[in-house]
């Protein structure tokens, strides 16, 4: 950790190729690295970057780079997890945004704090995953949120959040919304209910389940599924430059849905509870021919027609031709519009 006494970690027009998954080139005006609030309290009283535009960098896998950045690019590097307190119901554990996301739920489990094997490989950095409220696998962050700790850029002044103010939903909370932009996140605590509940309700894990005989999976089973379920349809972003999923999977209304199940009967959908219905992303793209295309340098993925692929020195501008391309076609046969996922700057 960083003191008062040494100067901030600056650098100035540097590549932003090694800070992205995809692997896309772009230089950032100013990076500088906080590992502390105090170090985002440097940065804000700064007379060069406190007044000058700022982008919140984790581990870049949810962000596409098209162009240079002319702002200071903050690049979290907050470090630290402890157990805060074991409840009679919860164990409430907290970590640095710094802290590698997978690293830390596989960590937990080793300690013995289950809950979030759900979640295990997401790529990317602890005080990201508020961000877009990441999940997979039946489980969201909101479900094993407790509180954050954020410092804000433009006062300075430290606040700690609870999940009614982070707002979540869908891939989606007060920080990509009202607060964007507007705040680094510095840690986040997470309530692992006890006793530990297995999510099993997923496709995937039920075929698990079915084909190893395990009917009852203890956490770290399930963490070993999802980490072979995703290393089996996922591209590794150290081989292959990728942002994982590249739209969401767009939510309709019943008579939308009735609509389209009425044209293609095979459509992949799952029913929501408030009456509406997730449609399937891939599904919807793979039904207009992109599995495995190819435009320019940028792809989408052989095995799963929602990943789109840096296939070799694309650049930002490539992979966003392709995407509006993609959405073209998806609007043009279902009449839906796809909406991206990653932040594309
Ligand atoms: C192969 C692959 C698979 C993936 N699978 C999933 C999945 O299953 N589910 C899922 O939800 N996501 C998934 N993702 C997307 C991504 O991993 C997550 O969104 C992750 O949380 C992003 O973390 P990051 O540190 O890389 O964030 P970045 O890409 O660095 O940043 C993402 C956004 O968060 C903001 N941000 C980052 N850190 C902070 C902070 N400390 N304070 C404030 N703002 C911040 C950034 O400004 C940016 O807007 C996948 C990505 C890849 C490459």
Redesign the pocket.
């Known amino acids: 950790m960083s003191n008062l006494s040494t100067p901030l970690n600056i650098q100035r027009r540097a590549s932003l190729r090694e ?4 692997g896309l080139p772009a230089l950032a005006d100013i990076l500088v690295r906080v590992a502390s609030d105090a170090d985002v309290r440097r940065v804000v009283d700064h007379p060069e970057l406190g007044i000058a535009p700022k ?9 596409v780079f098209t162009r240079d950045l002319m702002a200071v690019v903050v690049k ?1 590097e ?1 470090m630290g997890r402890r157990l805060v307190r074991e409840q009679a119901d919860a164990w409430i554990v907290e970590a640095g ?2 802290e590698n ?1 997978h690293d830390l739920v596989a960590w937990t489990l080793d300690q013995g704090w289950p809950g979030m094997e759900n ?1 295990a ?9 508020p ?6 696998y039946g489980v969201e ?1 909101k479900d094993r949120f407790d509180s954050l700790d ?1 410092v804000d850029l433009v006062t300075g002044r430290s606040v700690t959040l609870g999940a009614d103010e982070c707002r979540f939903g869908y ?1 989606d909370s007060v ?2 919304q009202a607060l ?2 507007k ?4 840690r986040v605590r997470f309530r692992l209910p006890r006793p530990w509940q297995p999510v099993l309700g997923y496709l995937e894990i039920e075929r698990k389940m079915h084909d190893t005989g395990v009917t009852a999976p203890d956490a770290r089973t399930v963490f070993d599924w999802i980490c072979a379920i ?1 290393r089996a349809k ?4 150290a081989v292959i430059g ?4 590249f739209f969401k999977n767009p939510v309709v209304s019943p008579e939308q849905c009735r609509d389209i199940i009425g044209r293609d009967p095979e459509i992949v959908h799952y029913a929501l509870a408030d009456g509406s219905t997730k449609l399937a992303a891939g599904w919807l793209i793979d039904a207009c021919g992109w599995k495995g295309k190819t435009v320019g340098r940028a792809g989408v993925y052989e095995k799963q027609a929602l ?1 789109l692929v840096n296939r070799g020195g694309a650049s930002g501008a490539e992979v966003v031709t392709l995407a509006r391309a993609i959405q073209e076609s998806v609007y043009g046969r279902f009449g839906i519009r796809l909406e991206p ?3 594309i700057l």
């Open positions: 800070h992205n998954t995809f982008f919140v960098l984790g581990g870049g896998s949810n962000v979290v907050v945004a710094g996301w979640l490989l997401i790529p990317g950095l602890v005080g990201a995953s961000v877009q409220n990441i999940g997979a962050l954020a891939r920080f990509k964007a932009g705040s680094v996140i510095t995703r996922l591209p590794d972003p990728n942002a994982g999923s990943v996922e990653p932040i």
